[in-house]
Every structure is written in structure tokens, then in C-alpha cells.
């Protein structure tokens, strides 16, 4: 069956970095574009960035460019999130998504809390 396991979460400063790990099993890791969201406390869960299949295109939400970098490593089956100078408001639950044959799977999810 397919899972997501997500790792890498905690506190963290302001300004500060951490990097989230997503490994994957049970489907052709390769064959898919894999997602990261993100959802803090009273509110929607948002998409933060998205990784093509072979990791050749990346897109990401306007509130992370330039601080987040998505990658994936295809040998190992697993997909990161490189996240930069931290601000308070990226305080969430970060989770690992994959969509596959019309079906949503999420990872449990990983919490980040960026705070003095």
C-alpha cells in the first residue's frame, strides 16, 4: 500500500532552516509529481511546492519562493523540502502528498514551529 513518512520537523528561530524528508513505498515513485502542503491552526491547507516527476520543473506558493527548494531523489524514493529563512508564519503541519490514480495520499505530517 502506498505511504508517505514524513521527518525533519521541529523548532526553530526565526531565520533559521530546516530540511523535511518525505520517503515514499508501494507505488513507481518515479512515474510521479509529488507535493508538499502545509496547514496551520484555523486554516486551509495550502499547497507549498510541487516537484515533476524526474525533478526537472518546480513550482512553488508565492509566500515561500526564494526561501523553500523542493527536490526529490528518485534512487532513494524520497522528497524534500529545504526551507530557509524561517519566519514565524510558516508555523504548520507540513505534509508529504501524492496524487495517483485520482486518489489523495498524505504522509501523517511533520510540525514546524518557528519561534523565539
Known amino acids: 500500500q502506498v505511504q508517505l513518512v514524513e521527518s525533519g520537523g521541529g523548532l526553530v528561530q526565526p531565520g533559521g532552516s530546516l530540511r523535511l524528508s518525505c520517503a515514499a513505498s508501494g507505488f513507481t515513485f518515479s512515474r510521479y509529481a509529488m507535493n508538499w502542503y502545509r496547514q496551520a491552526p484555523g486554516k486551509e491547507r495550502e499547497l507549498v511546492a510541487v516537484v515533476t516527476s524526474a525533478g526537472g520543473r518546480t513550482n512553488y506558493a508565492d509566500s515561500v519562493k526564494g526561501r523553500f527548494t523542493i527536490s526529490r531523489d528518485n534512487a532513494k524514493n524520497t522528497v524534500y523540502l529545504q526551507m530557509n529563512s524561517l519566519k514565524p508564519e510558516d508555523t504548520a503541519m507540513y505534509y508529504c502528498?501524492?496524487?495517483?490514480?485520482?486518489?489523495?495520499?498524505w504522509g501523517q505530517g511533520t510540525q514546524v514551529t518557528v519561534s523565539s
Open positions: 502528498n501524492a496524487f495517483l490514480n485520482k486518489y489523495d495520499y
